[in-house]
């Protein structure tokens, strides 16, 4: 295995950007997928690359069988994020239902009274207002962004800087009525509707859910739908 392979793989990873490095398990020659780049001296077919990315969709190793033999394939992604604005009372379940789910979460709130540690145990937070603190953390496509403030003045800033990035999931807790509104603001806003379609508003899916805990759920699943979508697509169309 060629160490400088690995080190970029790491340094891919670490700057945000997911890469794959693929193995022949007998030859030993090896080719570095970051993208539409690649590089080494292993030679896939289309096929072959199309199961490199699927590894990189699905998050996980895997062997593929290809017409150079078998190959394995190791992930270097960078971790999933959550990104949750507003330290309110349905945050603090949804925070640790992302942490144990493998998530990085961020509690964004600038009242500092709402987000302490006691209430948040274990969790980053950030008391820059949630524009702000978005464009300094920067989300990727490995991220989702959640507000739940109910507060236009926090909301709709975080919304704005989330519909610009590459975010693979956009969420607003409100009712219907709250999300038209919403919406509304962000047409006036310089906003067309085919971004703004990707606010997933009301939030969560549809279970009746009624407590924090119960919300909770909802969005984590739904957002958990939205990570695996082409997984999902793939099972029902087998």
């Known amino acids: 295995m060629k160490l400088a392979f690995i080190r970029k793989a790491i340094a891919a990873r670490d700057a945000g950007r997911p890469a794959a490095l693929a193995t022949n398990l007998k030859s030993g ?65 949804l925070a640790r239902m992302a942490a144990m789910t493998g998530y990085r979460v961020t509690v964004i709130d600038p009242r500092t009274a709402f987000a302490t540690d006691e209430r948040f145990p274990g969790i980053e937070l950030c008391a820059n207002w949630p524009d702000e603190a978005l464009e300094k953390l920067r989300p990727n496509r490995r991220s989702a962004i959640v507000t739940l403030t109910h507060d236009p003045k926090l909301d709709d800033p975080a919304l704005q800087v989330a519909l610009k990035t590459d975010a693979f999931y956009i969420g607003a807790l409100g009712s219907r009525k709250t999300h038209a509104k919403r919406c509304q603001r962000l047409v006036e806003a310089g906003f067309n509707d085919n971004l703004i379609s990707r606010i997933r508003g009301p939030v969560g899916l549809d279970i009746g859910a009624i407590s924090p805990a119960e919300i909770s759920i909802s969005v984590l699943a739904e957002i958990t739908r939205v990570l695996h979508a082409d997984r999902v697509k793939n099972k029902e169309a087998a």
Do not use: C
Not at 45 to 72: C, I, K, P, W
Not at 75 to 82: A, G, K, T
């Open 29 to 93: 020659l090896q080719l570095y997928v970051e993208g539409s780049e690649t590089e080494g001296d292993l030679a896939l077919d289309d096929a072959g690359l199309s199961g490199v990315r699927q590894a990189l969709n699905d998050d996980r190793n895997t062997t593929l069988e290809t017409s150079e033999g078998a190959v394995f394939v190791e992930v270097f992604n960078p971790p999933l994020r959550l990104f949750l604005v507003g330290a309110v009372h349905i945050a603090q379940p």
